[in-house]
């Protein structure tokens, strides 16, 4: 799932995170969050700067967030969704292969 990187970035804790084109595509279409088109800054900014949360049920998972004051309709925040995963290397080894998998926004009080 790497190829096709939009951009990347590290978070607070020093993991380094990635957005794909097809998870942009995904995001942003009209049935799903469209409104985050607007809003592409913020949500790099949530990975970088926001709180993160890992699920409960599945480890590998971290929902961010982070508030905004300017956001679609009445919400507050940007959540995102990331899986940390690994892939091999040239080498056989393991490597860090963390990347968003969605992002909404949501009016969180």
């Not at 096709?4 to 969050?33: A, C, F, K, M, S």
């Not at 949500?43 to 982070?66: A, F, I």
Request: aromatic share 12%.
């Amino acid at each position: 799932m790497t190829d096709g990187i939009r951009w990347g970035v590290y978070d607070r804790h020093g993991n380094q995170i990635y957005l794909t084109e097809e998870r942009w595509q995904h995001i942003t279409e009209p049935t799903n969050h469209p409104e985050l088109l607007d809003y592409e800054r913020e949500l790099r900014q949530t990975v970088e700067q926001g709180r993160r949360k890992q699920d409960e049920v599945n480890p590998q998972k971290y929902l961010y967030t982070k508030a905004f004051d300017h956001l679609y309709e009445d919400n507050t925040h940007i959540v995102v969704i990331i899986l940390f995963r690994f892939r091999e290397n040239e080498q056989g080894r393991p490597v860090a292969n963390n990347y968003i998998v969605t992002a909404y926004q949501k009016e969180i009080g």
